[in-house]
């Protein structure tokens, strides 16, 4: 399974926007997928998970508000729109599949994460 992410780019603060991610390849239906990002320097963090079967969401502290998770309902896609975006929101942005049930406390570690995406550049200027 390989996971392509694109829609990063170069933005000013308080822009937005939508980062796509699509898995090829042999695929069954995940738990879900999910949005990580990691700022030079830092450790990889949770933005966002949906949950295949019921659409539910979770998303960090941090973006709740303004971030928006959805999927695709024809494949295996998820977005994130970005809005009212932040300098501290730069980061390298990763989607991931979940195979296994994931449930609200896992959801922000990345070992509960089957496959990853080569991640997509975010910066906000100030």
């Known amino acids: 399974v390989q996971l392509q992410a694109y829609g990063g780019g170069l933005v000013q603060a308080r822009g937005s926007l939508r980062l796509s991610c699509a898995a090829s390849?042999?695929?069954?239906?995940?738990?879900?997928m999910g949005w990580f990002r990691q700022a030079p320097g830092k450790e990889r963090e949770f933005v966002a998970y949906?949950?295949?079967?019921?659409?539910?969401?979770y998303y960090a502290d941090s973006v709740k508000g303004r971030f928006t998770i959805s999927r695709d309902n024809g494949k295996i896609a998820v977005n994130l729109q970005m809005n009212t975006l932040k300098p501290e929101d730069t980061a390298v942005y990763y989607c991931?599949?979940?195979?296994?049930?994931?449930?609200?406390?896992?959801?922000?570690?990345?070992?509960?994460?089957?496959?990853w995406g080569q991640g997509t550049l975010v910066t906000v200027s100030s």
């Open positions: 949906i949950r295949w079967s019921t659409y539910s969401t």
């Open positions: 991931a599949v979940a195979t296994s049930r994931i449930t609200y406390d896992s959801a922000s570690s990345p070992g509960a994460y089957t496959y």
């Open positions: 390849g042999p695929t069954r239906r995940p738990d879900g």
